[in-house]
């Protein structure tokens, strides 16, 4: 299966992202993964052996993290396409978002792992080829995860198990993808939530813009727009609140434009940050570190004055996306898409692979 869908880039054209470029069958999915892990448990978890290589530590000073390649793995009948996008809930538990191998027998996008990282369920058919940005967010009593569908070009916001409370998709209201909203692509890549309730999503691989809804999922405004001059964007791919100094702030991940870009929560255009960026996915904070995945290869660590504070695993310039797992380096990461601070301050990467890998960075104590 191969699928083609617009990257934001400059005005009037078009920059064209493929997903699942090298499908692979599901023998050469085994044969691959199985050739450097011991010990292939085809009903769980498909994990290194810990006693058969030496710990891995990457960082510096007291940001030092043991790297444990593929600790999420599915069960053996949802095979992982592109792992896009992690998240947790109140209990630890873990939900990833994948757009599915073409073999797998199960078309599942959504894996569930407890917080030990042993796999508890799978869901989500409809998010096959297209499940991408993912978050949580508590409303009331009640949490709610907010999917990022690239495939059909939808927001869709569901409870933990899946049920659908809306959808949505071009926001004609904002008024600048021609008629009937067809002029320009729409492709949302992740959200953000203010702390009023409002909510904000990135039109990462469509045409550049931000928009911002309230609560209630009423539109209130547009900003941002293709562009390389501060304030306009390029694959604005994640989106996130920053709230770590005085005032809260909207951070922005700029990524073609090889930035971070800062803005007030109605919109307006704040700052460029390009110290340590080179293709910026998305963020998490934990405390006053904001964790930076870098499609280039390397996680970053930023403080909350956004000075960097060390760069995890860098791989950089690495070409290894279809290679067997064999030619992976361990420490190395090749393509981090998403990541995430968990609460005991362990950070998740997804990687941006045909057979994805999520690694744990598990913080090294004392």
């Given amino acids: ?39 292939v448990a085809l009903g769980g978890a498909l994990r290194a052996d810990p006693t058969s290589s030496p710990k891995i530590v990457l960082g510096t000073g007291a940001h030092k993290y043991e790297c444990l390649h593929d600790w999420l793995m599915p069960p053996s009948d949802v095979l992982w396409g592109y792992t896009q996008g992690v998240t947790e809930d109140a209990n630890g538990n873990l939900y990833v978002t994948h757009t599915v191998h073409p073999d797998s027998p199960k078309k599942h996008a959504i894996v569930v792992f407890d917080k030990h990282g042993k796999f508890v369920t799978s869901w989500g058919e409809r998010f096959n080829g297209g499940g991408h940005g993912l978050d949580i967010r508590k409303e009331g009593s009640e949490e709610f995860l907010y999917h990022c569908d ?30 009937e909203g067809k002029e320009h692509p729409f492709v949302p890549t992740n959200v953000a939530f203010g702390p009023n309730g409002d909510f904000y999503v990135a039109d990462g691989y469509g045409s550049s813009w931000v928009h911002q809804y309230n609560g209630k999922g009423d539109y209130v405004r547009t900003f941002g727009g293709p562009g390389t001059e501060p304030g306009k964007m390029r694959t604005p791919h994640g989106v996130w609140l920053d709230d770590r100094g005085k005032e809260p702030m909207l951070i922005i991940a700029d990524r073609e434009n090889n930035r971070l870009q800062q803005f007030t929560l109605d919109g307006k255009y704040v700052r460029v940050i390009s110290e340590g960026m080179r293709r910026p996915c998305h963020f998490s904070i934990h405390h006053d570190l904001m964790v930076i995945p870098d499609l280039n290869s390397v996680v970053t660590l930023v403080d909350k004055e956004d000075k960097v504070v060390t760069m995890l695993g860098d791989g950089a310039p690495s070409n290894l996306d279809s290679h067997p797992r064999s030619d992976f380096i361990p420490g190395k990461f090749i393509h981090p898409h998403a990541a995430r601070f968990l609460k005991n301050g362990n950070i998740v990467v997804a990687e941006w692979l045909p057979i994805g890998r999520i690694t744990l960075l598990k913080k090294v104590r004392g």
């Fill in 150 to 179: 690239t495939a059909n070009r939808l927001v869709v916001k569901t409870t933990l198990d899946g049920n659908v409370i809306w959808e949505k998709g071009v926001p004609l209201e904002a008024d600048v993808y021609g008629k």
């Fill in 1 to 39: 299966m191969k699928q083609r869908i617009a990257a934001g880039g400059h005005e009037g054209e078009e920059a064209l992202r493929e997903i699942n470029p090298n499908p692979m069958t599901r023998r050469d999915f085994l044969a691959r993964t199985g050739a450097t892990f011991a010990g």
